[in-house]
């Protein structure tokens, strides 16, 4: 079942059952989806690019929770976890911290990297690998901590 068609079936659910936390943040996927659609893209909205588009949603949030964090809005942040909380029920499951490190010593071993210079080659290979399954962030401070002892 493709992401659009999971996503009309839960706000026709959260329409029913007047879930206002739901509704806004499978509504802001919906529009996302829609976007996407229509941008003029020569790609289809294939599995890859609707795990991107949820990641690229559930990272804005995610921006916006720490700054309202940071300047004392309680209201506008609790807003944006209750966003993040819905779009992550349609990204699989995040990775540990050890499984992630140990998905990216393996990736390491394979490239045969060795120190620095071949970050971006273990980065690259690495987000193709775990994509969907852990924040580019994470990865990327792994992939230094490991690459740089």
């Known amino acids: ?36 659609k229509t941008s003029g893209a020569k790609h289809e909205l294939n599995e890859e690019t609707e795990m991107k588009l949820l990641q690229k949603l559930v990272k804005q949030r995610r921006e ?31 990775l540990s911290e050890a499984e992630l490190r140990a998905e990216i010593q393996a990736v390491i071993a394979e490239a045969g990297a060795t120190s620095m210079k071949d970050m971006g ?19 990327s401070t792994i992939v230094k901590e490991l690459l740089g002892s």
């Open 1 to 36: 079942m493709s992401l659009e068609v999971r996503i009309n079936q839960d706000l026709k659910e959260a329409m029913k059952a007047k879930d206002d936390v739901a509704l806004r943040g499978i509504r802001a996927i919906k529009a996302a989806i829609l976007l996407e």
């Open 64 to 94: 916006s929770l720490d700054i309202y964090e940071k300047n004392g809005r309680e209201d506008l942040a609790k807003t944006e976890r209750e966003e993040i909380d819905i779009i992550e029920r349609y990204l699989p499951q995040q």
């Open 121 to 139: 080659r273990v980065m690259g290979a690495a987000n193709k690998k775990l994509a969907g399954k852990a924040d580019g962030r994470a990865i």
